[in-house]
């Protein structure tokens, strides 16, 4: 159980498009989801929270209007990262609990803007 | 100062060896701790929960102490397939969850 799926796994676009990544937890309710950036040999670093209905709390640094989070159900979040540029790429990874301490991850989305 | 600390690494150490990874946070009023494992360009995985009684799965241990703030995991017997990037992880939790993620010690395990 607690699978967190991501769709794309993986995208290429061009500078200046706007990218959505979905996030669905498949058997559970997601209280919170989590979406975190990951460049190459760094670690996972939180954007922003998100709970269901409500509007998503960006990380110091996160421009809220670049990267737009809808969590419309307690089983999906979408980021739509806009106008993206090549210092955009990285690895995107999502995550949500039940309400307990446990994180269960997406497989993450790599993008590359060209 | 970081909110999680780890050493980067990477531990090279042959098969068989014991390894142990350590951790400090700064927030004393985090409330639960974990290791993560991640392979290259996968998301992360849960390896274990850190309990202040210690806990044990198998070849990993791991250990916690709050008066000094400070994780400890322990890898015995060290396979190949242990190789990976271990991840500490912290929860501040209070009214919500806040996950805060170290920034990873890479192992590598050599024949």
């Known amino acids: 159980g607690a699978v967190v799926s991501q769709h794309p796994s993986w995208v290429i676009c061009k500078s200046g498009t706007s990218v959505k990544i979905e996030c669905r937890s498949l058997?559970?309710?997601?209280?919170?989801m989590f979406w975190y950036r990951q460049f190459p040999k760094q670690s996972l670093m939180l954007m922003a929270t998100?709970?269901?209905?409500?509007?998503?709390?960006?990380e110091q640094g996160v421009e809220k209007d670049k990267f737009l989070i809808n969590h419309a159900s307690l089983t999906l979040s979408t980021l739509t990262v806009t106008s993206a540029h090549p210092e955009d790429s990285s690895f995107y990874i999502c995550?949500?609990?039940?309400?307990?301490?446990?994180?269960?991850f997406g497989p993450g989305t790599r993008l590359t803007v060209t | 100062r970081k909110e999680v600390e780890q050493d980067p690494g990477p531990f090279n150490v042959p098969e068989g060896a014991t390894v142990a990874f350590n951790c400090t946070y700064s927030?004393?009023?985090?409330?639960?701790f974990f290791w993560y494992r991640q392979d290259c360009r996968k998301e992360p995985k849960l390896l274990m929960s850190?309990?202040?009684s210690g806990n044990e799965d198998g070849r990993f241990t791991a250990q916690l102490n709050r008066a000094s703030q400070y994780i400890s995991l322990l890898i015995r017997d060290s396979k190949l397939s242990d190789s990976a990037t271990y991840l500490c992880?912290?929860?501040?939790?209070?009214?919500?969850?806040?996950?805060?993620f170290g920034s990873g010690t890479r192992l590598s395990i050599r024949p």
């Open positions: 992880v912290v929860n501040l939790w209070s009214s919500a969850s806040k996950i805060i």
């Open positions: 998100s709970n269901e209905g409500s509007k998503a709390t960006y």
């Open positions: 058997d559970f309710q997601a209280t919170t």
């Open positions: 927030n004393s009023a985090s409330q639960s």
């Open positions: 850190v309990y202040s």
């Open positions: 995550s949500a609990d039940q309400g307990g301490y446990e994180q269960y």
